[in-house]
């Protein structure tokens, strides 16, 4: 009995072990380049998984004689799939096609559901992490102004930084980092220097309205900061740029990846001269600065199925506005999130976000430095998913948002608060590979304002070979800020501007078209927009308070044509031209005139070649702004009474040579202004520049050096 039991367990080992065998092989590129770092998996058994080497190679236990799929994914790469029949094994080597248009990345603008970019029914414009070193962007202004034409960053009153994105000004363009929004304005427009570059993994654009899922301020677009993970088991960069003018950037970041458990830390320090122009102007000298942020992301996941991510940051930018005192401004942020895959069709998330900015001014004689703002927003978020027959999502959801805000703009340096409640639902329809349709419907409810707001949504694509046709509509709206509700100001002992409790909501309906062609390396895209936008708050002359008083304006229509063109071929050589046509109509009598460039348009050639441990590319950008000529009023007070004024129109390129010498040696040669456009007049919305400039940087990622 003893010796029959050791038999028949000798057999069913031998059978199990049986039952195992292995797949092994290679996975390259169609360039024949072997690829580190792809994962191969079973897509039936996530257990079932492998990385490749550095040499490409792989190997992965298959438990039993089943048939599998083995999914190969690898970033810029095409995901590939092999259907590995019963009882297959031995080698079995893979080439991947190459995405050259990251058609093959997943985007979550515009839907709250992932979808590829290529999947996505309304046009989305995505800025990659090589794009942002392959320019040399510090922030948010230099990636937007260096590969969208339509885009213009100008200054206003003081020196601030001011938006126009085809006729929508910065309160109209929602800016998101990770889907979260950001506290704190100035004349409209969010701290820009706060969105740095240095751990950005990609940006997606989407110009129109969005307020179907983003709610207020989503009115003419929305522009979502992707913040990057650490992929590589240990990561430490250290990074250094010097230019004209003592413009200096200093940074770091260190982070690793053990399993379920990634950290990533990024520090950036930056700082630059006053700078002098070269002939007169509104303005004579550029403030120097000094600006320091520091930004932490903790991730936790277990099996795939539950994500903890928790982040924190600090931001603060010193500005020599005066001799005699300088403007400060710091944010504290912090943020919890966690994502739980409660099966096969059923997700949910769970988010808690804080952000604090402030404003101070600090004298330097008296040394104190008192704080005149402070905004400060706590956000709730829940998001439900479920997945009907694999390939249809039904999406809701709901925001919470406590806003507060105190302000010198406000009586005797007051404060006040409201709430915000919304509730959204979304539903993805995919009958088929050809077609897809989403449709959303948002409702919102502010308190002080007593403001109900209902945005729809509706776009559709379908898929053609090479073709892929859009269509869409959609609502946007944005609600007053307690400060156009609530203000009370003293324009320089010139006028006072009062808010207004009754303000209505901004709300816009935008219609688009598109067509986009991509084929091997080639890629065309043309998109026809509509924009009626009703209701625009901004400021009016009113005779009772003898003072500026915040107002609703008549309708005004904003159109226009946005075509994109590229072109990448396997010697290295790469071509992208894109042209925005904007009109804008706003009805004379109005307290708003428009200034618009009509026409915008950016190019970039750029080519570069590997050779082993040798790495090099040269890319030459421009942007190119027509002049505009448009009404201004005469008087604050007469809306009737207008002048032609012309305001010229302007080309900058920009020349950027960068060199992996060794590893992960990296240096950059940038030529800024290459062509020595200085403005006979520095008008607000001129370009600040002196002439032609030069830096050079240096990045070192130290794990390279210990790879194989």
């Known amino acids: 009995m003893r010796k029959e039991s050791i038999v028949l367990l000798l057999i069913m080992l031998y059978t199990a072990a049986a039952a195992q065998r292995d797949v092994f092989g290679t996975v390259r590129g169609n360039d024949s380049v072997a690829l580190y770092g792809a994962v191969v998996a079973l897509k039936e058994n996530i257990g079932v998984v492998s990385s490749t080497a550095i040499d490409g190679s792989y190997k992965l236990h298959i438990p039993d004689n089943k048939a599998y799929t083995i999914e190969i994914i690898y970033y810029g790469y095409k995901k590939k799939n092999y259907n590995l029949q019963e009882n297959e094994s031995g080698i079995i080597d893979f080439v991947m096609e190459k995405d050259i248009y990251n058609l093959e990345q997943v985007v979550i603008t515009g839907t709250r559901t992932p979808k590829l970019l290529k999947d996505v029914p309304i046009v989305t414009k995505v800025i990659s992490h090589d794009d942002i070193i392959l320019q040399n962007a510090t922030d948010i202004r230099d990636i937007l102004q260096s590969e969208l034409p339509g885009i213009e960053f100008t200054y206003s009153m003081n020196q601030q930084v001011s938006l126009n994105m085809s006729g929508f000004g910065g309160n109209s363009v929602l800016f998101l980092i990770d889907g979260e929004r950001l506290a704190g304005e100035t004349l409209d427009n969010v701290d820009y220097s706060r969105l740095s570059m240095d751990n950005i993994d990609r940006v997606e654009i989407v110009k129109g309205a969005a307020s179907s899922l983003y709610g207020s301020n989503a009115v003419g677009g929305v522009v979502n900061l992707i913040t990057r993970e650490p992929k590589e088991r240990w990561k430490l960069n250290l990074n250094a740029h010097y230019g004209s003018h003592n413009n200096q950037r200093y940074g770091g970041s260190v982070g690793f990846n053990l399993g379920g458990v990634s950290n990533l830390l990024n520090v950036q320090y930056t700082s630059c001269n006053p700078i002098e122009l070269k002939n007169d102007g509104a303005y004579n000298t550029i403030y120097g600065y000094h600006s320091l942020n520091i ?119 007051g404060a006040h608060h409201q709430h915000t409640a919304d509730l959204f639902s979304q539903f993805d329809w995919n009958p088929n590979k050809k077609v897809n349709m989403i449709a959303g419907l948002r409702y919102d409810y502010y308190s002080d304002a007593n403001l109900h707001s209902v945005s729809p949504k509706l776009s559709t694509m379908y898929k053609l070979k090479d073709f892929a046709f859009r269509a869409s509509f959609s609502s946007g709206f944005r609600a007053p ?77 904003i159109a226009g044509v946005d075509v994109s063109a590229s072109a990448i071929w396997d010697f290295g050589l790469c071509a992208k031209l894109s042209y925005v046509y904007t009109y804008e109509h706003i009805a004379l009598g109005e307290p708003l ?76 040669l940038v030529v800024d202004n290459l062509f020595n456009y200085i403005p006979e007049y520095y008008y607000s919305n001129s370009p600040a520049t002196t002439g032609t400039t030069f830096s050079v940087g240096v990045s070192l990622d130290l794990e390279q050096f210990f790879k194989k």
Request: charge should be positive; hydrophobic fraction near 30%; proline fraction near 1%.
């Open 481 to 557: 800020t307690l400060k156009e509700m609530y203000m009370s100001f003293d324009m320089a002992n010139i006028f006072m501007i009062y808010g207004n409790p009754n303000l209505q909501a901004e709300k816009s309906h935008n219609f688009g078209l598109s067509a986009e062609y991509n084929h091997k390396q080639y890629n065309v895209t043309v998109m026809g927009f509509y924009n009626r936008v009703k209701g625009r708050i901004t400021t009016a002359w009113n005779t009772e308070l003898n003072g500026m008083l915040y107002v609703n304006m008549a309708p005004l229509q």
């Open 295 to 413: 930004k932490d992301q903790l991730t936790y996941s277990f099996k795939n199925r539950f994500k903890i991510t928790a982040k924190a940051g600090y931001f603060f930018r010193e500005r020599k506005s005066q001799e005699n005192s300088h403007d400060r401004y710091r944010d504290f942020s912090g943020n919890l999130k966690g994502d739980y895959h409660i099966g096969a069709k059923d997700d949910i998330t769970l988010s808690y976000n804080f952000d604090q900015y402030d404003k101070s001014h600090f004298a330097l004689t008296e040394r104190t430095d008192v704080r005149s703002y402070s905004n400060v927003q706590n956000s709730l978020r829940t998001v439900y998913n479920h997945t009907f027959r694999k390939k249809h999502i039904l999406t809701v959801g709901g925001d919470y948002l406590r806003d507060y805000l105190m302000t010198y703009q406000f009586e005797n340096n």
């Open 593 to 668: 005139l428009s200034s618009t460039r009509p026409h915008t348009a950016t190019l970039r050639l750029s080519y570069g070649r590997k050779w082993k441990n040798y790495h090099f590319n040269v890319a030459l950008s421009g942007r190119w702004l027509s002049k505009v000529t448009c009404d201004e009023y005469t008087s604050l007070n007469d809306y009737t009474s207008t002048e032609k004024v012309t305001y010229p129109g302007y080309t900058i390129w920009k020349l950027i040579f960068t060199q992996k010498i060794y590893k992960g040696l990296n240096i950059s």
